[in-house]
């Protein structure tokens, strides 16, 4: 779903209403499943202590890991990450092209908010989540390098490949985050602005897609079927490839709306957003496994060493 110019500023106007932190993106099972799912499928050619058993228990362990750091307990850690979890693009966009880097994106949301004093043009209500993936696969990559290093030199390798489990686990559960498609729109918890079709208002309706019917719903089995039948494909430019695989996922945001407004979110649902919900599950595994694919194909390449 994408809106126009005006229609944007107002829905941008309206979720100021809305509270400070978006829900978690996919409970539990769905981040553990994506997780598994992608490094299950990887191409041969990734080191195995990434695909094995072992490997993937970790993998799959750390899929909900950044939702454990969302609590009142500790609220610095809580309020600091929040962003990196969701991007309302509809917001986002009136930077114009999003820039790469993450200073230069505040750079740019700063200038909007003067040109918008209407809205609320923070990091905190638009979000960061193309930069948290793009900066954690950028670890993963130099990690690789660092392990073909040392295999290189007939080094020990048990530090580098902890350091690369836990890479794989927490990009894993950004990219997830990136195929809920409420976690990509001011939508995220109950439809705000213009409301012709009579959404939900409620803000009920994230966590019961994410997780109520993932638990409920979601096929396991149809999820892995999805993602063993795409190709591992190797990415030419990650950070726009990561954009459009956003903007796709966005596209689908008011399918939720309309699937809990017919009732199909309740229970098994209705073979139509079941296949939703999977389909949905499978994308974040499937760009999950290029992405880990991919730094590991790019960490070969010759790089200019840094010199403090």
């Given at each position: 779903m994408r809106f126009s110019a005006l229609a944007r500023v107002a829905s941008v106007s309206a979720v100021a209403l809305i509270a400070a932190f978006p829900a978690n993106a996919w409970g539990p099972d769905g981040h553990e499943m994506i997780n598994r799912l992608a490094t299950q499928n990887l191409p041969a050619e990734v080191p195995a202590f990434v695909r094995d058993g072992s490997g993937t228990k970790v993998i799959e362990y750390l899929g909900p890991e950044p939702d454990r750091w969302r609590n009142k307990a500790e609220s610095e850690l809580a309020s600091t990450q929040a962003a990196d979890h969701f991007i309302d693009l509809e917001m986002a966009d009136l930077v114009g092209p999003l820039p790469r880097k993450r200073f230069d994106f505040l750079r740019a949301l700063a200038t909007a908010q003067a040109a918008h004093p209407d809205l609320k043009l923070t990091p905190e209500k638009v979000g960061l989540q193309p930069w948290q993936v793009e900066e954690i696969w950028q670890r993963l990559k130099v990690d690789f390098r660092e392990y073909r290093a040392l295999k290189a030199a007939q080094k020990d390798t048990t530090g580098?490949?902890?350091?690369?489990?836990?890479?794989?686990?927490?990009?894993?559960?950004?990219?997830?985050?990136?195929?809920?498609?409420?976690?990509?729109?001011?939508?995220?918890?109950?439809?705000?602005g213009a409301n012709p079709n009579g959404y939900t208002t409620g803000h009920k309706i994230h966590w019961q897609f994410e997780n109520d019917f993932v638990i409920s719903a979601a096929n396991k089995d149809e999820v892995a079927a999805l993602v063993k039948a795409s190709k591992p494909t190797l990415v030419d430019d990650e950070w726009t490839q990561y954009l459009n695989y956003l903007r796709h996922t966005t596209t689908q945001a008011e399918e939720v709306y309309q699937f809990e407004k017919a009732g199909a979110l309740t229970g098994k649902g209705t073979e139509a957003s079941r296949a939703f919900v999977d389909q949905c599950l499978a994308n974040g595994a499937i760009e999950l496994r290029d992405l880990i694919y991919t730094a590991w194909v790019r960490s070969a390449d010759p790089v200019e060493e840094f010199k403090g």
């Open positions: 580098v490949e902890v350091a690369i489990l836990f890479d794989c686990g927490w990009l894993g559960h950004y990219v997830g985050d990136g195929s809920q498609p409420l976690h990509t729109s001011v939508q995220y918890n109950g439809w705000v």
